[in-house]
């Protein structure tokens, strides 16, 4: 492969709505490092290459991993490689990572885990790892990868939280998407945390973080005490407290890292 490469594309449509993003990403470079912001999806990540070191947050749990997955973590993650790297990640939804691990989705909030020990996935890890290795090209490892994992997305799903996370994904509040699929706040908090790990306030929170940046992003001309308006936030402030919590820092320094070359996004 090249110096540098990345490649993506949407999963197949047998997967649509279990699988985010699909995407490869190759590094010669001697280093590689990144700051994520929080998302709402499960990464899966297939490494092949060194091993990453991982930290939740800024004072976080440190991890030091080669292949793994994680649950959903409200706060900025540092990944980085000493030695480049070559590696496919698979982004699973809410949905897809209850499908995929059942209840173990909740257990999987705020830990990386290695994938070699996923039960779900037996013996089968290690020759999927040999084969992706032996793959020529990002197609064939997407398609590799999305084979190994489309039969195993067998567990059933609560219906409830699932129409809740639609609710929330609507800007409804907890309450109101309590009323909405029939349960008591408190009930809805208890089954939502039980299948995914974190609280429904938390993943309003979350869903209000990431329309923010897909609008700062989409439409340029908008400044921040706007955007704040838009999605939600009570005032300019609160936008900024919440991307300290989720970016790990300002909406303007996260802009300048995110999109460089972007001067419309330095508000």
């Given at each position: 492969?090249?110096?540098?490469?990345?490649?993506?594309?949407?999963?197949?449509?047998?997967?649509?709505?279990?699988?985010?993003?699909?995407?490869?990403?190759?590094?010669?470079?001697?280093?590689?490092?990144?700051?994520?912001?929080?998302?709402?999806?499960?990464?899966?990540?297939?490494?092949?290459?060194?091993?990453?070191?991982?930290?939740?947050?800024?004072e976080g749990d440190a991890y030091r991993s080669s292949s793994f997955t994680a649950g959903l973590f409200p706060g900025p993650v540092a990944v980085s490689c000493d030695a480049g790297a070559d590696l496919i990640q698979i982004d699973l939804t809410p949905l897809g990572a209850a499908r995929l691990f059942g209840g173990a989705a909740a257990e999987?909030?705020?830990?990386?885990?290695?994938?070699?020990?996923?039960?779900?996935?037996?013996?089968?890890?290690?020759?999927?790892?040999?084969?992706?290795?032996?793959?020529?090209?990002?197609?064939?490892?997407?398609?590799?990868?999305?084979?190994?994992?489309?039969?195993?997305?067998?567990?059933?799903?609560?219906?409830?939280?699932?129409?809740?996370?639609?609710?929330?994904?609507?800007?409804?509040?907890?309450?109101?998407?309590?009323?909405?699929?029939?349960?008591?706040?408190?009930?809805?908090?208890?089954?939502?945390?039980?299948?995914?790990?974190?609280?429904?306030?938390?993943?309003?929170?979350?869903?209000?973080?990431?329309?923010?940046?897909?609008?700062?992003?989409?439409?340029?001309?908008?400044?921040?005490?706007?955007?704040?308006?838009?999605?939600?936030?009570?005032?300019?402030?609160?936008?900024?407290?919440?991307?300290?919590?989720?970016?790990?820092?300002?909406?303007?320094?996260?802009?300048?890292?995110?999109?460089?070359?972007?001067?419309?996004?330095?508000?």
């Amino acid at each position: 492969m090249a110096e540098l490469t990345f490649s993506s594309r949407t999963p197949s449509r047998a997967l649509n709505g279990l699988i985010a993003r699909v995407s490869g990403y190759c590094s010669k470079r001697e280093r590689s490092n990144s700051v994520e912001a929080a998302e709402l999806v499960f990464p899966l990540v297939f490494n092949l290459g060194e091993r990453w070191d991982i930290r939740l947050g800024h004072e976080g749990d440190a991890y030091r991993s080669s292949s793994f997955t994680a649950g959903l973590f409200p706060g900025p993650v540092a990944v980085s490689c000493d030695a480049g790297a070559d590696l496919i990640q698979i982004d699973l939804t809410p949905l897809g990572a209850a499908r995929l691990f059942g209840g173990a989705a909740a257990e999987l909030a705020a830990k990386v885990v290695d994938l070699s020990t996923v039960d779900r996935f037996g013996g089968e890890y290690e020759a999927l790892h040999d084969q992706l290795h032996a793959a020529t090209d990002w197609q064939a490892r997407f398609d590799l990868v999305e084979r190994f994992l489309a039969p195993r997305f067998c567990h059933a799903n609560s219906k409830r939280v699932q129409q809740s996370w639609h609710f929330l994904a609507q800007g409804k509040t907890v309450s109101e998407t309590a009323a909405a699929v029939g349960w008591s706040t408190r009930h809805l908090s208890a089954q939502f945390r039980q299948e995914t790990g974190i609280r429904p306030v938390t993943a309003a929170r979350m869903l209000r973080f990431q329309r923010a940046r897909a609008l700062a992003i989409q439409c340029g001309k908008l400044n921040w005490a706007e955007i704040a308006a838009m999605t939600g936030y009570s005032d300019q402030a609160h936008l900024i407290r919440e991307f300290h919590d989720f970016a790990g820092e300002p909406p303007t320094a996260w802009a300048r890292r995110e999109r460089p070359s972007e001067p419309r996004l330095h508000i």
